[in-house]
């Protein structure tokens, strides 16, 4: 296995890749506090079944491509098949490393190619001279923030309108880097 500068998609390899996307029996609940002039969020955990599939098509395909241009996402290969991504927007304006999208093949999947690449995310964060890393996650997919949790990020941010989907909320994760 190895994982090198992601260069550009070609095609949609994740019509090979299996499931695309994610199954949980826990998902985070967000509900607000509202106090006089002021307000807060609150994050709790709940059990509760929740699926959701990903359509990778041509459009975002496309869109993957123009962060890929900027030379700092990574793909992972297996005798020189792409089974897995990380595709990461430098964001100048706050001078962060911005995770757009994490997919590996589900044959793949629990072989720790997701920590790897982020160590490769971090080191090119460092290079870059990044304050930090950041990404967003649905409240829902509970594996994915115990995932990024794991891997020191913590939630610092909420936004309830994101998605059409009202179950969803987005939760905004970061890693402050330190050079």
């Given at each position: ?172 994760m970061s890693f402050?880097?330190?050079?």
């Amino acid at each position: 296995m190895e994982i090198k500068k992601l260069e550009k998609l070609t095609f949609n390899p994740t019509i090979n890749w299996g499931f695309n996307g994610y199954e949980t029996d826990k998902i985070f609940t967000v509900s607000t506090i509202k106090m006089g002039k002021s307000f807060e969020f609150s994050l709790r955990e709940k059990k509760q079944y929740y699926q959701k599939i990903w359509e990778i098509n041509t459009e975002d395909i496309n869109d993957l491509n123009e962060i890929i241009k900027q030379g700092n996402s990574f793909g992972v290969f297996e005798n020189d098949e792409l089974i897995g991504w990380a595709i990461c927007d430098f964001r100048k304006w706050n001078n962060s490393l911005f995770i757009e999208n994490i997919l590996i093949d589900e044959k793949f999947r629990g072989q720790n190619i997701g920590r790897l690449l982020i160590k490769y995310i971090n080191r090119k964060a460092r290079e870059l001279q990044c304050r930090m890393i950041e990404l967003e996650v649905q409240n829902t997919n509970y594996p994915a923030i115990q995932f990024y949790q794991k891997a020191g990020f913590s939630i610092t941010g909420i936004n309830t309108k994101l998605y059409k989907d009202s179950s969803e909320t987005a939760l905004f994760m970061s890693f402050e880097v330190f050079i």
